[in-house]
């Protein structure tokens, strides 16, 4: 047996086909054009090219993009101050503060700082802590777990009653995606490095979610035959043919996975498009929340 | 095999003492008494009991208790003006608005509305979401889910590395009983009527926390031997002996698993005990932490 491949491109393209359609919609109707600030701090070249694509994304979309980027001793009121400019700009629709952040920063508080309505990286403590109760829902939700619910949902998994296994326990993806399942009805587990038996559980799994940050770690012998399997994780591999000399592969072992999964996620392919298509649909919607109100 | 019995109501003695202390050395260093604000709207009698008991039980330990209690149609505004001049006030360290509140209300703002440092319920928004999250620790824990893992602790069992199996996703109890145990390292699943075989969970589980309100559903063929087992039900059993009609008795049926399980709590006498007790040990933390920043 070999798994139906879940393309994240192609997902991720619906998904931003969707957000084309309604910047366009409410640039017609209202004249209103979505805006999103991005806020970096020093001079980390991955956060600065996570930046970058985010704000070509914006352009690509039609969605306006305002870039602020502050030198690495900035104080916490200097980036404070510049979020409640941001929370109080009705151009912002969306403010993401470029995670992580230098040490002497207080990454909670900034994150508290920005409006909730603006919070369009899911990341501000409410919103996680709405994330997590029953009966609550948060305005936005963080966008790698999003795009894993979503690549599930366009793939016509089952996720209610099924037997959900989260590998890894990260703030960005794992917890937050085993609150999604878990309010969508899963019989949720998280595994984590101090788990006893990780195999045991990934193998009575119905959708294994992989966020370890551990290359090919989740091997096909440890799968349920017919298991939908979403890979987070992006990690270098030596490769010789490869000009740069290695390749990028994720926390699953794709070739042995795909001969016992019913379908899964490619690295890479699979979850890497569709965090920033569901950034750009977070910004939307804060954007229709916004023009709900006036 | 007969489990060890968990006394719920010795446990709950040895936290109040530790209160009862830290309550008169404070006096006693400093002359300042703490002090609980209860607020309940409405005539639930079993919401009034409840407030009588925590009122009551801060009498007991030289806690100043602070009642107010508003009619079923109070409004948003009132209940909120009211929470704002007992953030404002010194004398109160602790608010605590009893649940459930009547349905026009907005239980969630008006939650958000306590001061963080004053929300020794626990159930602010941003302490669940600091509980959910990796490196972030809430002001005050819930007291009932912080009563179970203190009924762990006491009791020697090991949470690090255990696989845990909650049974039940409430807000109260479930959902952060499971973070709580996620954060002490376990391996936590969270099961729910949706699940589709309890029992091959619970079998395989090392701590077993019931919260899912069905009188009895846990039965010792469910449980792994030697596991741990916290009830945290409290559901009504028709007892022609009793003069009432009835006794109470746990989400787990008592007389068979502690054939099995290696310790257990039980009904009454378990968990009850503990909930108000912790809620005491938050309200000498938020006086400690207020004359901390003095």
């Not at 949902?153 to 794992?174: D, F, H, M, P």
């Not at 490095?193 to 012998?221: C, F, P, Q, Y």
């Amino acid at each position: 047996m070999t798994a139906e491949i879940i393309d994240g491109k192609k997902i991720a393209e619906k998904v931003r086909e969707e957000v084309r359609q309604g910047v366009a919609k409410m640039k017609e109707e209202t004249g209103y054009v979505p805006g999103l600030a991005t806020v970096r701090v020093g001079e980390d070249p991955a956060s600065a090219t996570y930046v970058r694509m985010k704000q070509r994304m914006c352009e690509t979309l039609g969605i306006n993009s305002f870039g602020h980027t502050f030198p690495e001793d900035a104080t916490q009121e200097e980036v404070e101050t510049l979020v409640s400019e941001l929370n109080a700009n009705p151009s912002v629709n969306g403010i993401l503060v470029q995670l992580p952040l230098p040490g002497h920063l207080d990454e909670e508080a900034i994150l508290n700082s920005i409006d909730l309505a603006k919070d369009v990286d899911g990341f501000h403590p409410v919103n996680i802590g709405r994330l997590a109760m029953k009966g609550r829902d948060p305005l936005f939700i963080p966008c790698t777990p999003y795009g894993c619910i979503r690549l599930l949902e366009e793939s016509g998994v089952q996720i209610s009653g099924a037997e959900a296994v989260i590998v890894g326990r990260s703030n960005i993806v794992g917890l937050p995606v085993a609150m999604l399942l878990q309010k969508a009805n899963a019989t949720v587990t998280i595994c984590h490095s101090r788990t006893k038996d990780l195999a045991e559980h990934t193998r009575n799994a119905d959708i294994v979610i992989a966020a370890i940050g551990r290359r090919e770690m989740i091997t096909g012998d440890m799968l349920k035959p017919g298991a939908a399997v979403i890979d987070v994780g992006i990690n270098q591999k030596e490769d010789a043919s490869r000009k740069r000399g290695y390749r990028l592969v994720g926390d699953v072992d794709f070739e042995s996975a795909k001969e016992v999964a019913g379908k899964i996620t490619p690295v890479p392919g699979g979850v890497g498009p569709m965090t920033i298509a569901m950034l750009m649909a977070n910004t939307l919607r804060a954007a229709q929340i916004a023009q709900d109100e006036n």
